[in-house]
């Protein structure tokens, strides 16, 4: 299992970026697919899922200006960022598992996969 993301950069606060992780070496409809972010000197933390059936959860720093969506057919699932702020600086990080049970998905060590992250810098 592969997984690849892109899409970050860097904006300023109010400013909107689109994240995109392709997935191969998986059925990728089966897996749940996360994104999480790690700034410097802090752990790693929940962002937002999807799950195979499509149901999305949120962190609540982000509820209401990131959106997670899936597209089976193509292997991709992105991370819609608006009303970005500069505590949204990040590497961000996309996850799959197949087997998460709901309580499990904000948490980072029970996902298999991991792409390798992206870096999101959000300046004021």
């Known amino acids: 299992v592969q997984l690849q993301a892109s899409g970050g950069g860097l904006a300023q606060a109010g400013e909107s970026l689109k994240l995109s992780c392709a997935a191969s070496?998986?059925?990728?409809?089966?897996?749940?697919l996360g994104w999480f972010r790690q700034a410097p000197g802090k752990d790693r933390e929940f962002v937002a899922t999807i799950r195979y059936n499509s149901a999305t959860y949120y962190a609540d720093s982000v509820k209401g200006r990131f959106a997670i969506s899936r597209d089976n057919a193509k292997n991709l699932v992105y991370l819609e960022m608006n009303s970005l702020k500069p505590e949204d600086t990040a590497i961000y990080y996309c996850a799959a598992d197949s087997s998460l049970i709901l309580s499990s998905i904000r948490r980072h060590d029970q996902y298999d996969y991991w792409g390798q992250g992206t870096q999101v810098t959000v300046s004021s």
């Open positions: 070496g998986l059925t990728f409809n089966r897996y749940t």
